[in-house]
Nanobody, 111 residues
Framework: QVQLVESGGGLVQPGGSLRLSCAAS????????MGWYRQAPGKQRDLVAG???????IYADSVKGRFTISRDTAKNTVYLQMNNLKPEDTAVYYC?????WGQGTQVTVSS
């Protein structure tokens, strides 16, 4: 059984930064793909960033140049560094791995 635990969300002003973490147990991120998704109220859940098995990052156009996904295989944790945050980034952020989902972490960007 894979368990994913996200952390790092919060309230930040526009232009600020947050780093989300997704820690896995029951499986390893190493050489496996995973993704960060977000869901705003009334909207569908969309892919924000992903990392392929070999470690190639992919990004939604809306976050390119602002978000960075990375993987620490020793800690079995994947990170999402979010810079220059905008109000439209406000959402619950989820990590997904092998069709398992974390509980989500709220990110609110507001002045």
């Amino acid at each position: 059984q894979v368990q994913l635990v996200e952390s790092g969300g919060g309230l930040v002003q526009p232009g600020g930064s947050l780093r989300l973490s997704c820690a896995a147990s029951g499986s390893t991120f190493s050489n496996n793909a995973m993704g960060w998704y977000r869901q705003a109220p009334g909207k569908q859940r969309d892919l924000v960033a992903g990392i392929t098995g070999p470690g190639r990052p992919i990004y939604a156009d809306s976050v390119k140049g602002r978000f960075t996904i990375s993987r620490d295989t020793a800690k079995n944790t994947v990170y999402l560094q979010m810079n220059n945050l905008k109000p439209e980034d406000t959402a619950v952020y989820y990590c997904e791995f092998q069709n398992y989902w974390g509980q989500g972490t709220q990110v609110t960007v507001s002045s």
